[in-house]
């Protein structure tokens, strides 16, 4: 705008996510009252931010959710995303929008509400119900192996797969950390996974995981979405913990608890809290994490 006088102010707040540790986790940035904001402007202000992704909070349209927020990639919005919504809720609860002290909340996202828990004691450890899980098509070993400059042999005897939870995620399974430290996928490797994969050719990310005794040692790379690689995935953590207990790579009994390191190569060490309900996580599985805070800042436009 040439008229200064019509410049407006956003507050926003930076948080780490799945850290106690500040400027480690997955940075997020939240715009705590986005109305007025078009959908350009918000792209745009990701893009910005370059950050994994920007979140920004609108009043409700439901009446049993707490507040409504959009979620943008450098390069496109999402309709669920993990660490956006716990960072969110986080600072949701620290501004008073929710009470302190709430137990459970809503917040409304494209995919739908979603439901928030909220751990007693100081720091709170805040939990999200993973939206319905949906599986989809196959990979190759030998293609998956060769798009993240893997051998097949590092691969597990598991066919690599299609799961998304809102944000559609190929997962590939390794025998150990060394083998998730050396992966790495870009545009090219994309290409070359989305040409093994039959029908799913649309945007996805690529999960790549080795079992550990506590979880999994995870990397997530996300080039489609302007992110060559994510510290932390919380969208994509409740389907890890599905696909490892259909194939036996994790206890599959209600009650199971078990942890997704991710980012460590980055310098951005995350921990992911997974905690499955039901046998094979029928009645839900949550995935938690530790919150932040970085930063308070105003962007004026």
């Known amino acids: 705008m040439k008229n200064s006088d019509a410049r407006r102010s956003y507050h ?23 109305s007025g904001l078009s959908d350009e402007t918000m792209q745009r202000i990701a893009r910005e931010m370059n950050l994994a992704e920007t979140t920004f909070v609108f009043p409700a349209t439901r009446p049993d959710c707490a507040a409504a927020l959009r979620i ?9 995303a993990g660490h956006p919504t716990i ?3 986080f600072v949701l609860l620290e501004n008073g929008v929710v009470r302190r002290g709430a137990g459970r909340f809503s917040l409304e996202e494209k995919v739908g509400p979603v439901a928030i828990r909220v751990e007693a004691g100081e720091p709170s450890r805040i939990w999200l119900r993973t939206p319905p899980i ?9 293609a998956c192996a060769g798009a993240l400059g893997l051998r097949a042999d590092d691969l597990l005897d598991v066919t690599p797969q299609l799961v998304s939870a809102g944000n559609p995620t190929v997962f590939v399974g390794v025998k150990d950390e060394r083998a998730v430290d050396r992966a790495w996928l870009d545009s090219r490797g994309m290409q070359v996974l989305k040409g093994s994969g039959g029908a799913d050719r649309d945007s996805f990310c690529v999960f790549v ?3 550990t005794a506590t979880g999994a040692y995870s990397r997530l790379f996300a080039p489609d979405y302007g992110i060559p690689e994510d ?5 994509s953590t409740g ?18 608890r078990f942890v997704s390191e991710q980012g ?8 992911l809290y997974v905690e499955v309900f039901g046998e094979h996580g029928a009645d839900g599985i949550d995935v938690g994490g530790y919150v932040s805070p970085v930063a308070a800042c105003v962007m004026t436009l």
Request: no cysteine; net charge positive; hydrophobic share 40%.
């Open 209 to 211: 995981f080795a079992p």
């Open 134 to 142: 949906e599986y989809g098509t196959t990979y190759e070993r030998s």
């Open 264 to 271: 460590t190569t980055m310098g951005r060490r995350s921990l």
């Open 239 to 256: 389907p890890l913990a599905s696909f490892m207990m259909r194939h036996g790579l994790a206890s599959s009994a209600a009650g199971t």
């Open 72 to 80: 943008f990639t450098p390069s496109k919005e999402l309709a669920f």
């Open 12 to 34: 926003y707040r930076v948080v780490d996510v799945f850290t106690q540790h500040p400027l480690e986790g997955n940075a997020l940035a939240v715009f705590t009252n986005a």
């Open 231 to 235: 510290p932390a995935t919380g969208s």
């Open 87 to 89: 960072g969110t809720a």
